[in-house]
């Protein structure tokens, strides 16, 4: 990302944030009450801007034959880039309504990245290794978060009342993403949502 996208995107963030910004702790689990890590949380805030600043850019990796990471949460706009650290060549692809491609057997750096211009989730796969799979979710909003290992997301938010949307892998592709409201004042405070995934979620 270039440095004027980044002062673009910081300016953009202190100015949604404006006055009156609280700490948000969201802790995210299934059904069980059990915490769930590596799951999306994504609050859309009236007046936040929804497309990434011009020139973002982040980085889809394969290195050891597998993706890395094998989950990237972006904003909608983001560019992608899909260097192959490898000895062997890849066929990286994607089927998915939000974004069809493929990149065809290459080593290397691809000469350009792939423009995520649509909300929703892609899968990603390689024509030639079938145990590469990874995913990419794509939110309308600059506030997005992982939860940690201990399931929880955490952010800066402006008062007031939002939307939160909350999803995991392993409820894949088309698994609908929970929503809630999610009320914020002026002093750190805590949320959480459920997902409806059992024990054999891992």
Request: charged share 15%.
């Amino acid at each position: 990302m270039s440095l004027k996208a980044v002062v673009a995107g910081l300016l953009a963030l202190s100015a949604s944030l404006g006055a009156g910004a609280a700490a948000v702790t969201v802790a995210v689990t299934d059904r069980d009450g059990k915490p769930l890590p590596s799951a999306v949380v994504a609050v859309y805030v009236q007046g936040a801007r929804s497309v990434a600043a011009a020139g973002t850019v982040t980085e889809i990796a394969q290195r050891r034959r597998q993706f890395d990471p094998q989950l990237t949460v972006i904003q909608t706009g983001t560019a992608v880039s899909f260097p192959n650290f490898d000895t062997v060549r890849h066929h990286v692809y994607s089927f998915s309504a939000i974004q069809k491609f493929e990149i065809k057997l290459y080593a290397g750096v691809p000469s350009q990245p792939l423009v995520f211009d649509k909300p929703g989730v892609a899968t990603l796969g390689c024509n030639i290794h079938d145990r590469m799979t990874a995913y990419v979710a794509v939110v309308g909003t600059p506030y997005f978060a992982r939860s940690d290992a201990a399931g929880q997301a955490v952010f800066e938010l402006p008062a007031g009342e939002h939307l939160l949307r909350a999803w995991h892998p392993a409820l894949g592709e088309t698994g609908a993403w929970v929503e809630q409201r999610l009320r914020v004042g002026t002093a750190a405070a805590h949320g959480a949502v459920s997902l409806p995934l059992g024990a054999s979620w891992t």
